[in-house]
């Protein structure tokens, strides 16, 4: 008896050392990566900065498209690369950048060719590591056979193309993220509340009056319905001039996610008639109106100088009261890219205060730091009074919305000025319901 209790010892030691061993290893086994790679997912955020300041042996290469630009020789591109990345820090350490463009209206069938090309290489994780682009079609002058990179940027979201930069955003050294324009930031993010793109400059359509006109800005907001109906000259008159009356009006006004109008058919038929009834009334004299209609922020340099007089501006108001602003030029990372942390340490540089003053995309609409535009804060040379920054503000408050031009820009412009020529009530009915098709359509395509 005795030697069988010393063997049921012996047998529950060993036992029990078994089952230590057993769970120590299976402890060591869960934090072995899988077969599939770390069992640790790979973070959304990272220390962009600090490990870019970690030296690698030898610098990666960083592949930017660049397409903003109307030379396909590329030369002022060429030399701005050198400026703009040239400056950033850590580069030629951490990383350098190798620049790549796309052909542009001398070579159209070439440039469509490569964009095909360029959007099947980003949807097998393949192509450049950081985009900057813009959209060339809705631009007057650019023939409409002539692609841009991504017509409609939210599909391009929806296709998770790009790399989410939140977790990035959070742990950025030199972007300034509450001082850049909200609203126009918010365009940028996907239907998850992602930003993945991150807009650049922006522009938003404005009338000027010299300050002594007796334009009542009091009389705003007011829905671009309300003001092709008033009985102010002033209102009226900036109400109908122009070639983008409903683009302003009704270009906000759609949802990409639930691919929706949020206007009705019979709605743009009203707008068309209170259009074109206001047009057909004649010229109406306002005096004191230096310029309707203009893109402020190209950049307006009428305003932006020492000797400007001061102005009143009124900013072109939407179908529900506010103001749509355009992404004029906008970057994003590719989502395959090898380098997440060199890409962002790159775009946090351009989008620092710094760099929104100089960079040269800033000919081509406002930077989107909210600082920027006064005396002492210029920007590529032009600035505001104070009385012209402040009523710029102003303005700028009341921008509700941010888009980017693609098709049904396009298509509203085109409704424009069919509208304009239409010579019977039917006629108009008929245009207003084939434009209304077609932008369905547009963006059931998306």
Not at 124 to 151: A, E, H, W
Not at 203 to 213: C, I, K, N
Not at 374 to 389: C, K, Q
Request: proline content about 5%.
């Amino acid at each position: 008896m005795k030697q069988n209790r010393i063997l049921q010892r012996s047998l529950c030691t060993m036992f029990l050392l078994l089952a230590c061993f057993w769970l120590a290893a299976c402890q060591t086994g869960s934090r072995e990566p899988s077969a599939g790679g770390s069992s640790q997912p790979r973070p959304e955020k990272s220390e962009a900065a600090s490990r870019v300041e970690a030296t690698p042996e030898k610098p990666v290469e960083i592949t930017v498209l660049l397409d903003y630009y109307y030379d396909s020789a590329g030369e002022g591109a060429s030399k701005e690369a050198k400026e703009l990345f040239g400056g950033i820090p850590g580069y030629g350490e951490a990383f350098t950048v190798k620049i790549q463009r796309l052909p542009f209206l001398d070579n159209i069938e070439g440039r469509n060719g490569q964009i095909e090309q360029l959007r099947m290489e980003m949807m097998q994780d393949k192509g450049p590591d950081i985009v900057i682009t813009r959209n060339y079609s809705t631009v007057p002058g650019v023939q409409m056979d002539f692609s841009d990179l991504f017509p409609i940027p939210q599909s391009a979201m929806k296709q998770r193309l790009f790399l989410p930069l939140d977790g990035y955003i959070a742990n950025a050294q030199y972007m300034e993220w509450d001082k850049l324009l909200p609203k126009v930031m918010e365009a940028g993010k996907d239907g998850e509340g992602r930003q993945v793109l991150l807009p650049l400059v922006y522009s938003f359509r404005a009338s000027l009056f010299e300050s002594e006109s007796g334009m009542d800005q009091q009389a705003f907001p007011m829905t671009r319905g309300q003001m092709l109906e008033s009985e102010d000259p002033y209102i009226k008159g900036i109400a109908s001039d122009g070639w983008c009356v409903f683009a302003d009006a009704l270009c906000g006004l759609v949802d990409y996610e639930t691919e929706e109008l949020n206007f009705t058919q019979q709605e743009l038929l009203d707008l068309a008639k209170r259009l074109k009834t206001a047009r057909e009334q004649g010229a109406i004299d306002c005096p004191g109106l230096v310029e309707s209609g203009i893109e402020f922020g190209v950049p307006y340099r009428q305003i932006g100088v020492k000797e400007s007089p001061d102005y009143v501006l009124i900013p072109s108001y939407h179908q529900e009261g506010g103001v749509t602003a355009y992404i004029s030029v906008y970057a994003a990372i590719n989502r395959s890219t090898q380098h997440p942390d060199q890409c962002f340490a790159i775009l946090d540089w351009l989008l620092s205060k710094e760099s929104q003053r100089t960079a040269g995309w800033n000919d081509l609409g406002l930077p989107v730091h909210i600082d920027l535009g006064l005396h002492g804060e210029s920007v590529r040379g032009w600035y505001l009074s104070d009385w012209n920054f402040a009523q710029f503000v102003s303005a700028r408050d009341q921008i509700d919305k941010a888009v980017f031009r693609g098709p049904l820009y396009t298509e509203m412009l085109d409704l424009n000025d069919k509208v304009l020529r239409a010579e019977s009530d039917a006629e108009l009915e008929k245009l207003v319901h084939d434009s209304y098709a077609r932008m369905r359509m547009i963006l059931a395509e998306s």
